[in-house]
């Protein structure tokens, strides 16, 4: 018994410092420009890709091999920036919400985040995701459940609904936060600048 506590103790360890095991790629964070400067362009529908630390995350990275771990769409209404996701923590709630980007950033475990301009801002309002009637996926997509979507396949559903497929041209079931962190237009800031 003692060999199995062991070995999980031993793997959590480097699951929790996969960073510094080079197990996954990581940003440069010298390359981040502030979110302050980059505030006024960031408009609806743009994509906002998060790299989160921590265990689930960090099982995310090595898995996907992507500094990436989360996604979602931005919305921009009467000047206040929005973030339309589906996560974890309200897999007992409702499932796809929205939250002001200051609130969405305190919860988050990292200031850098990446933004996927898009061409134009697209006609979704704050009031069409309650609309949004979406299960989330605990597997994370590792073992897509049935009707469930994890961040990435909201992410696609949404872009769909106005003819915007992701720059790789994958399906909606294979879509997974390096999908996103791999489009060449990614514009990676500090929110805390």
């Excluded at 362009?41 to 994509?47: E, F, L, P, R, Y």
């Excluded at 099982?59 to 920036?81: F, M, P």
Aim: proline share 5%.
């Amino acid at each position: 018994m003692s060999s199995l506590v062991t070995s999980l103790i031993i793997l959590i360890l480097i699951i929790f410092n996969s960073d510094k095991l080079n197990l996954h790629p990581t940003i440069n964070v010298a390359e981040a420009i502030p979110f302050s400067e980059y505030r006024n362009k960031i408009k609806t529908g743009d994509i906002i890709v998060l790299y989160n630390s921590g265990f689930t995350s960090s099982l995310v990275r090595i898995y996907d091999q992507s500094s990436a771990t989360h996604a979602g769409v931005i919305i921009v209404e009467n000047d206040k920036i929005y973030v339309c996701e589906i996560d974890f923590h309200t897999y007992f709630s409702s499932d796809v919400h929205t939250s002001d980007i200051d609130k969405f950033m305190t919860v988050q475990r990292c200031p850098y985040i990446g933004i996927i301009p898009i061409q134009k801002s697209l006609p979704i309002r704050l009031s069409d995701v309650e609309k949004i009637n979406y299960k989330y996926d605990l597997t994370l997509g590792f073992c897509p459940l049935p009707g469930r979507v994890h961040c990435t396949m909201l992410v696609h559903r949404i872009l769909s609904w106005y003819g915007i497929q992701p720059l790789n041209g994958a399906a909606e079931h294979e879509t997974t936060p390096r999908t996103y962190y791999a489009d060449p237009s990614i514009i990676l800031l500090d929110y805390n600048r």
